[in-house]
């Protein structure tokens, strides 16, 4: 079992920066992938990035350039840099960490973007 908690979500105007964190219990080097999705009010769920290990990451096309993911894993905390945010970036954040075939999802963290 993997408990998963995000922060760091608020209110930002259009070009602000915020910084989310994801806090996963257990050894981070044990966990094969975590990643950042969104949800938007009457919209799917959709990936923003995500990392596994050697580093590997993938952003969606639309955060490229302006978020960044990385992890501590001596801390066992996900991160994701939020740059020059947009309106259309407004959404709830969640953050999913596979682990042994399972997947866990936290309780998301609201991230609102004003124009």
């Known amino acids: 079992q993997v408990q998963v908690v995000e922060s760091g979500g608020g209110l930002v105007q259009a070009g602000g920066s915020l910084r989310l964190s994801c806090a996963a219990s257990?050894?981070?080097?044990?966990?094969?992938?975590m990643g950042w999705f969104r949800q938007a009010p009457g919209k799917q769920r959709e990936l923003v990035a995500t990392?596994?290990?050697?580093?590997?990451?993938n952003y969606a096309d639309s955060v490229k350039g302006r978020f960044t993911i990385s992890r501590d894993n001596a801390k066992n905390t996900l991160y994701l840099q939020m740059n020059s945010l947009k309106p259309e970036d407004t959404a709830v954040y969640y953050c999913?960490?596979?682990?042994?075939?399972?997947?866990?999802w936290g309780q998301g963290t609201q991230v609102t973007v004003s124009s």
């Open positions: 257990g050894s981070m080097l044990s966990i094969n992938a």
């Open positions: 999913r960490v596979i682990r042994g075939g399972y997947i866990y």
């Open positions: 990392t596994a290990p050697r580093d590997i990451t």
